[in-house]
C-alpha cells in the first residue's frame, strides 16, 4: 500500500517572490537586448563615420591627382609653346630641326606648326617635318595629319611656281606618298599644272613616286612625261636608286607596259654608264626579265643583254632560250645571238 506525500501549498510570499524572479529574468533579458542593440548602432555609426572618412581621404586624393594632372598639362602645353617658337628660329636650322622632331610627340596639337615648318629651305629641317607628321599618323592613327596635309598641299598646287612653295608640294607629297597613295592621284588628277608638279618632283628626284604615277590609269595621257622624267632621275642615279628601279620592274602589281617602260630606262642607263656597280645589277635585272615567263619582258632583257653577251653566263643564257617551247622567245633568242656584236664575239674566243 502506497502512502501518497502530500507538498505543503507554497506560501503567499514565496509567490510572489517566483514572480518577482520570472518577471527580473524578462527585464534582463530585454536589457541586455537593448544594450547589444545600442552597441550594435553605435558600431553602425562608427562605421558610417569611418566610411565618410576614407570618403573624405579618396576625394582629398583624387584632388591632389587632378591638381597633379593640370600641373601636367600646362607643363605639356609650355613645352609645345616653347618648340613651336624653336620652330621659327630663323638663324638656327639645328634648333628648327631639333623642334620639329620632338613635336612629334604632342600628336594632333603640333599638326598646325609642323605644316607652316613644311617649306623651310634647310632640307634637314624639312625632312625632320615630314617624318614628325608621318610619325603623329603612324603613332596616334589620327585622320587629322591626312586631311590637313592633303589641303596644304590642295592650296599649294593652286599657287605653284614660287621655291617655297615648291618645297611644300614637295614635302606633302612626300607625306600622302607614304601614307595614302590613292589620295595622292586623286589629288594630283585634277591638277591643271601636273607636268609642273611632275618636274618638282623629278628636280627633287623621287624616282618612287614617278614610277607609281606611271603605273597609274589617270596620267595615262602623261605616261611619256613621267617615263622621260624617270628617265632623267635614273642616268645621274647612284647605286641605290639604281636598285629601287630594277625591284620596281619585277613588281608583279604594276601593269606590263609600266614594267616595259622601266626596262627601257634601265637600259639607257647602261647605255651610258661605264661603272661597275651600276651595269652588274642592271645585267643581272636583264637575266632576271630574260627567264620570266612575262614574253614582253623577256623578250626586251635579251635585246638589252647583247651589250652584255661576252660573258658566259649571258652567252649560256641565251643559248638555251633557243632551245625554249614559246616561238617568239625562241626566235628573239636566235636573233640577238646573230647580231654582229655576239657573233663577233664567238669569232674572237670571247667565249670561255
Known amino acids: 500500500m502506497v502512502t501518497q506525500t502530500h507538498q505543503p501549498e507554497p506560501s503567499h510570499w514565496e509567490k510572489r517572490w517566483r514572480r518577482i524572479e520570472v518577471v527580473s529574468s524578462v527585464l534582463l533579458t530585454l536589457i541586455g537586448a537593448l ?3 545600442f552597441l550594435g548602432r553605435s558600431q553602425l555609426i562608427l562605421g558610417e563615420n569611418q ?3 576614407a570618403t573624405s581621404q579618396l576625394n582629398i586624393a583624387k584632388n591632389q591627382e587632378n591638381i597633379a594632372t593640370i600641373g601636367m598639362q600646362i607643363e605639356r602645353y609650355k613645352a609645345l ?4 617658337l624653336a620652330l621659327g628660329d630663323d638663324e638656327k636650322p639645328g634648333v628648327r630641326r631639333q623642334a620639329a622632331r620632338a613635336l612629334a610627340q604632342f600628336g594632333e596639337p603640333a599638326i598646325p606648326p609642323l605644316l607652316l615648318a613644311l617649306g623651310d629651305d634647310n632640307k634637314e629641317v624639312q625632312l625632320a617635318t615630314i617624318d614628325a607628321l608621318t610619325n603623329i599618323y603612324e603613332l596616334y592613327k589620327t585622320s587629322e595629319v591626312h586631311k590637313q596635309v592633303s589641303n596644304r598641299l590642295e592650296e599649294e598646287i593652286g599657287r605653284i611656281g614660287e621655291k617655297k612653295n615648291e618645297n611644300i608640294i ?3 607629297i612626300l607625306i600622302i606618298f607614304k601614307i595614302n597613295r590613292d589620295s ?3 589629288i594630283l588628277k585634277h591638277s591643271k599644272d601636273l607636268l609642273r608638279i611632275i618636274n618638282v618632283i623629278e628636280e627633287r628626284k623621287h624616282l618612287k613616286i614617278l614610277v607609281y604615277l606611271l603605273d597609274s590609269k589617270e596620267f595615262y595621257e602623261n605616261r611619256a612625261s613621267i617615263a622621260y622624267a624617270i628617265r632623267k632621275i635614273a642616268i645621274v642615279a647612284n647605286k641605290s636608286d639604281i636598285q629601287d628601279l630594277i625591284e620596281l620592274s619585277k613588281m608583279e602589281s604594276f601593269d606590263e607596259n609600266t614594267r616595259v617602260d622601266i626596262v627601257i630606262i634601265l637600259d639607257n642607263v647602261a647605255n651610258q654608264s661605264k661603272h661597275e656597280d651600276v651595269l652588274s645589277p642592271i645585267k643581272n635585272a636583264f637575266l632576271y626579265h630574260l627567264k620570266s615567263n ?3 619582258l623577256s623578250i626586251m632583257a635579251a635585246s638589252n643583254l647583247v651589250k652584255f653577251c661576252y660573258e658566259n653566263e649571258i ?3 641565251l643559248m638555251t632560250l633557243q632551245k625554249d617551247e614559246n616561238n617568239i622567245r625562241r626566235g628573239i633568242a636566235r636573233l640577238v645571238l646573230e647580231r654582229d656584236e655576239c657573233k663577233r664575239l664567238e669569232k674572237e674566243g670571247s667565249f670561255k
Do not use: K, T
Open 51 to 53: 566610411l565618410s572618412m
Open 184 to 186: 595622292l592621284i586623286d
Open 315 to 317: 652567252y649560256e643564257a
Open 81 to 84: 609653346a616653347d618648340l613651336i
Open 294 to 296: 612575262n614574253d614582253r
Open 170 to 172: 614637295e614635302a606633302s
Open 35 to 37: 544594450i547589444a542593440l
